[in-house]
């Protein structure tokens, strides 16, 4: 079973930055690097919402709208682990933040992490 472990939240002024891990762990089927990997975020009585993507093998990224140029997704596929560095930080950036690890196009290979809490506060 695939397990993914999220680090690296906490509290941080407006402007600041931190950067997220996703340790993932658990592969057998398929490696690590066969797995688009994703962040998503859930603010307090919002949905979860995702925020960037990195697609499996080539690695491209995709951002949303709200987060573009101020954040930046990678990956490391020796270690296993994706990393979301975030910049610019702004108090509506407060909320949950969750790593997703997907294969192909169903729910199968369809893996969630227990999520890290990111506050944007003075």
């Known amino acids: 079973q695939v397990q993914l472990v999220e680090s690296g939240g906490g509290l941080v002024q407006p402007g600041g930055s931190l950067r997220l891990s996703c340790a993932a762990s658990g592969f057998t089927r398929f490696t690590f690097s066969s797995y688009g990997m994703s962040w998503y975020r859930q603010a307090p009585g919002k949905e979860r919402e995702w925020v960037a993507s990195s697609t499996s093998r080539n690695g491209f990224t995709n951002y949303a709208a709200s987060v573009k140029g101020r954040f930046a997704i990678s990956r490391d596929n020796d270690k296993n682990t994706v990393y979301l560095q975030m910049n610019s930080l702004k108090p509506e950036d407060t909320a949950v933040y969750y790593c997703?690890?997907?294969?192909?196009?169903?729910?199968?290979?369809?893996?969630w992490g227990q999520g890290t809490q990111v506050t944007v506060s003075s």
């Open positions: 997703n690890a997907l294969y192909g196009l169903g729910d199968d290979y369809n893996y």
